[in-house]
């Protein structure tokens, strides 16, 4: 059984963002600490997700690192019209970047700090290779 997401508000881009900010490392961290085997909606919803607004360039990003990212083919061509978005899959590099600087945007969202993101990645996983990952999150971060 797994909890699913109804939007009776919103548009495909506040989706899109909710979508960006589950796929972090940051949110995922924070899950681990509450979610074990279950995910109910009495935990679901203590996620801290933060707001989506239009004006945010912060936001504005994340929809379109997360569309990039998902939207990958002909199948996603009206939800990639409804967020603005030009269809082009990624290759693997690119890829990586863009979730390097989804982290990085995420973690702005947050208000988290630079050490903070940090000891995110040092705990997220045990004995995971973390350091140039964080090394390339961090630049984002610090743009």
Request: with cysteine; aromatic share 14%; glycine share 4%.
């Amino acid at each position: 059984k797994a909890p699913y997401l109804l939007f009776p508000r919103g548009d495909e881009k506040s989706m899109t963002f909710l979508l960006g900010i589950l796929s972090s490392i940051s949110l995922d961290w924070w899950a681990r600490r509450f979610v074990g085997l279950n995910l109910n909606f009495f935990i679901f919803n203590s996620f801290p997700i933060p707001l989506f607004k239009e004006n945010c360039n912060l936001c504005k990003r994340l929809v379109e690192i997360t569309g990039r990212l998902s939207c990958v083919d002909d199948r996603f061509a009206d939800w990639a019209e409804k967020i603005d978005l030009k269809i082009a899959k990624p290759n693997e590099l690119e890829r990586d970047e863009l979730m390097n600087e989804l982290d990085a945007l995420v973690a702005k969202l947050f208000g988290l700090t630079a050490d903070q993101l940090k000891h995110i990645f040092e705990t997220y996983r045990l004995n995971w290779n973390y350091e140039v990952r964080l090394e390339n999150t961090l630049q984002y971060f610090n743009k």
